[in-house]
């Protein structure tokens, strides 16, 4: 089982600066792991607002340079490193990300690389298996101290996928954990075959679906290309994600259902601050679901008084 949880499913410039739809990426919360993947502005304050606590994320996957996707990879590097007091967690990104594009620039500080238990450079032809080993990281209020106790390693697969896309570094993904394959195109134009077989069988294709239709700015999927995607690929189900402003505006639940009408394959469209669960099969809330535990902590806690 796989949680995916949304921490902002919003795209493009004018939607980035607006903020209707978040750019916080999204979280793949496993069994015994906790991935970030494209940790953009305001990816912190909507993990905190959905119940998570940012130290114990295990790995950032960072698909390519652009703010959107890796403005707050820096103040998570901080959390998982214990707040700086230990060298744990796993950055795994995009050249681009980690030493810089043609000009020089790299998005992720050598600083917060230096943070990480691990940095990895990684790209659209590559293929790993990650392990990772669990520590426990120190409170707010411990000392600089060694890490705690380590327990077993923990493991998820990552195959690359090409895009196209202006940052030449950036990959899309097929992610295997706890025996569930979710794909991640990123930012990319619909590239015939060789999306089409890099994305078949899926439980699971998370699509960065820009637009509704094409209006001729290269670099990212629209609703038209998407269908010939899904008619060929046939994931079991398709989420959309990094929806653009027109679309947001003109309904996303309604592109979905286009989508899935035309393509044959079931499709909703992401919401901020709602995870889907692949076990249960549905959407939760995460601010209701923080809500429910701490109620329960509550009504533990007051029952534990009446005992004593």
Same mark, same amino acid.
């Given at each position: 089982?796989?949680?995916?949880?949304?921490?902002?499913?919003?795209?493009?410039?004018?939607?980035? /600066?607006?903020?209707?739809?978040?750019?916080?990426?999204?979280?793949?919360?496993?069994?015994?792991?906790?991935?970030? /993947?494209?940790?953009?502005?305001?990816?912190?304050?909507?993990?905190?607002?959905?119940?998570?606590?940012?130290?114990?994320?295990?790995?950032?996957? /960072?698909?390519?340079?652009?703010?959107?996707?890796?403005?707050?990879?820096?103040?998570?590097?901080?959390?998982?490193?214990?707040?700086?007091?230990?060298?744990?967690?796993?950055?795994?990104?995009?050249? &681009? /990300?980690?030493?810089?594009?043609?000009?020089?620039?790299?998005?992720?500080?050598?600083?917060?690389?230096?943070?990480?238990?691990?940095?990895?450079?990684?790209?659209?032809?590559?293929?790993?298996?990650?392990?990772?080993?669990?520590?426990?990281?120190?409170?707010? &209020?411990?000392?600089?101290?060694?890490?705690?106790?380590?327990?077993?390693?923990?493991?998820?697969?990552?195959?690359?996928?090409?895009?196209?896309?202006?940052?030449?570094?950036?990959?899309?993904?097929?992610?295997?954990?706890?025996?569930?394959?979710?794909?991640?195109?990123?930012?990319?134009?619909?590239?015939?075959?060789?999306?089409?077989?890099?994305?078949?069988?899926?439980?699971?294709?998370?699509?960065?679906?820009?637009?509704?239709?094409?209006?001729?700015?290269?670099?990212?999927?629209?609703?038209?290309?998407?269908?010939?995607?899904?008619?060929?690929?046939?994931?079991?189900?398709?989420?959309?994600?990094?929806?653009?402003?027109?679309?947001?505006? &003109?309904?996303?639940?309604?592109?979905?259902?286009?989508?899935?009408?035309?393509?044959?394959?079931?499709?909703?469209?992401?919401?901020?601050?709602?995870?889907?669960?692949?076990?249960?099969?549905?959407?939760?809330?995460?601010?209701?679901?923080?809500?429910?535990?701490?109620?329960?902590?509550?009504?533990?806690?007051?029952?534990?008084?009446?005992?004593?």
């Amino acid at each position: 089982m796989v949680d995916i949880l949304f921490l902002g499913t919003g795209g493009g410039r004018f939607n980035l /600066v607006k903020q209707l739809r978040g750019t916080g990426g999204f979280m793949l919360l496993g069994r015994t792991l906790t991935l970030h /993947v494209d940790p953009g502005p305001g990816a912190l304050l909507r993990l905190l607002d959905a119940g998570q606590d940012p130290t114990k994320t295990d790995a950032l996957i /960072v698909t390519h340079m652009h703010v959107d996707h890796v403005s707050d990879a820096g103040v998570l590097a901080e959390a998982m490193s214990g707040f700086t007091f230990t060298r744990r967690g796993l950055l795994v990104a995009a050249q &681009s /990300v980690l030493e810089g594009d043609r000009h020089g620039d790299r998005t992720v500080s050598r600083y917060h690389q230096g943070l990480l238990g691990e940095c990895a450079a990684f790209g659209p032809n590559d293929s790993r298996q990650f392990e990772i080993k669990k520590e426990k990281s120190p409170s707010s &209020s411990t000392a600089r101290a060694p890490a705690g106790p380590s327990t077993p390693a923990s493991s998820f697969h990552l195959r690359g996928v090409p895009v196209k896309h202006d940052d030449k570094a950036g990959f899309g993904f097929v992610l295997e954990m706890d025996g569930v394959k979710i794909g991640y195109t990123s930012d990319t134009e619909y590239l015939p075959g060789i999306h089409d077989r890099a994305y078949a069988g899926l439980d699971v294709l998370i699509a960065n679906n820009l637009k509704s239709a094409a209006d001729g700015i290269p670099d990212h999927l629209h609703s038209g290309d998407l269908i010939k995607l899904l008619k060929s690929a046939k994931p079991k189900l398709c989420i959309l994600s990094h929806m653009g402003l027109g679309l947001i505006q &003109s309904g996303p639940e309604a592109e979905a259902a286009r989508i899935e009408s035309a393509s044959g394959v079931p499709t909703i469209a992401g919401k901020d601050g709602y995870y889907y669960c692949t076990d249960r099969c549905g959407w939760f809330d995460a601010a209701k679901e923080k809500k429910k535990a701490s109620e329960e902590k509550g009504r533990a806690r007051e029952g534990q008084k009446k005992l004593e």
